[in-house]
């Protein structure tokens, strides 16, 4: 009777044996096919997000006036500090902004560095696009 058993284990794990190589052994193929226009958009996102074209940004103003002042306070500011500055011009006046910042958090820190050399800069509510 024991050798029956033991006949009978031994043939249970050389069959379950045999049926777990064949499963390891399946090779599996998969076909993807993407669209083109989904390049063309991912491509376009990015540009966009370079030129900062989309999204909430929190930008700080320094200066709100004529372009003469715009130019020496963004000359001044850019030889104190490293964040990205522009003029933009709102007629009729031009607004120096500063940086480019993801949240109101980042915006604050970079704010309190820079309200020691310009006391009156802001953060003006993002506009949404």
């Given amino acids: ?13 050389f069959i379950s044996g045999i049926s777990f190589l064949n499963l390891t052994a399946q ?6 096919s993407e669209n083109d226009k989904i390049t063309k958009l991912l491509e376009l996102k990015a540009e966009m997000s370079k ?21 020496e306070v963004i000359k001044d500011y850019r030889s104190k500090f490293e964040y990205p500055s522009l003029i933009a011009y ?3 006046n031009y607004k120096v902004w ?6 109101r958090l980042e915006a604050d820190r970079a704010l309190l ?3 020691e050399s ?4 802001f953060i003006p509510k993002p506009r949404r696009k």
């Fill in 118 to 121: 310009f006391p009156s800069a």
């Fill in 98 to 103: 500063v940086g480019n910042f993801r949240n």
């Fill in 27 to 32: 090779e599996g193929q998969v076909n993807i």
């Fill in 51 to 71: 030129d900062n074209e989309i999204g909430d940004r929190y930008k700080i103003q320094l200066f709100y006036g004529n372009n003469g002042e715009a130019n």
């Fill in 90 to 92: 709102e007629a009729p």
């Fill in 113 to 115: 560095k820079i309200k």
């Fill in 1 to 13: 009777m024991r050798k029956l058993s033991l006949n009978k284990l031994l043939l249970s794990c």
